[in-house]
C-alpha cells in the first residue's frame, strides 16, 4: 500500500518562508504526479502545485511566483517551498499522489501564518 509521508509545516510570521516535504513509500516515478493541495477551516480542498513525471509544474494562482515545488527522484520526495508566506496560506496542506484516476492523500500538515 503506498503511503505519504509529509514533514515541514508549523507557524511562521507573515512575510516567512517554509519548505514542506513529501516521501513516497514506493518508486516516484511510479506516480503521474505528486502535489500539494490544500484546506483552510470552512472552505473547500484546493490546488496548490503538482509536479509531474517530467516535470512539467502547475500551480494555483494565489500561489504563482511566491511558490516553487520540485522533486528530488533519488530520495522519491517533492518539496514545495513556501515564500512570502500570508495569514490567507494557512491551512492544513496535504501530499497528493496520483496513478491514472487513483489518489493518494498524505495525513496533512498545518501551516500556520500569523503574527
Known amino acids: 500500500q503506498v503511503q505519504l509521508v509529509e514533514s515541514g509545516g508549523g507557524l511562521v510570521q507573515p512575510g516567512g518562508s517554509l519548505r514542506l516535504s513529501c516521501k513516497t513509500s514506493?518508486?516516484?516515478?511510479?506516480?503521474?504526479?505528486v502535489g500539494w493541495f490544500r484546506q483552510a477551516p470552512g472552505k473547500e480542498r484546493e490546488l496548490v502545485a503538482t509536479?509531474?513525471?517530467?516535470?512539467?509544474?502547475n500551480y494555483g494562482d494565489s500561489v504563482k511566483d511566491r511558490f516553487t515545488i520540485s522533486r528530488d527522484n533519488a530520495k522519491n520526495t517533492v518539496h514545495l517551498q513556501m515564500n512570502g508566506l500570508k495569514p490567507e496560506d494557512t491551512a492544513v496542506y496535504y501530499c497528493?499522489?496520483?496513478?491514472?484516476?487513483?489518489?493518494?492523500w498524505g495525513q496533512g500538515t498545518q501551516v500556520t501564518v500569523s503574527s
Open positions: 497528493r499522489a496520483r496513478i491514472l484516476a487513483r489518489n493518494t
Open positions: 514506493i518508486n516516484i516515478f511510479e506516480f503521474n504526479d
Open positions: 509536479i509531474n513525471v517530467g516535470e512539467r509544474t
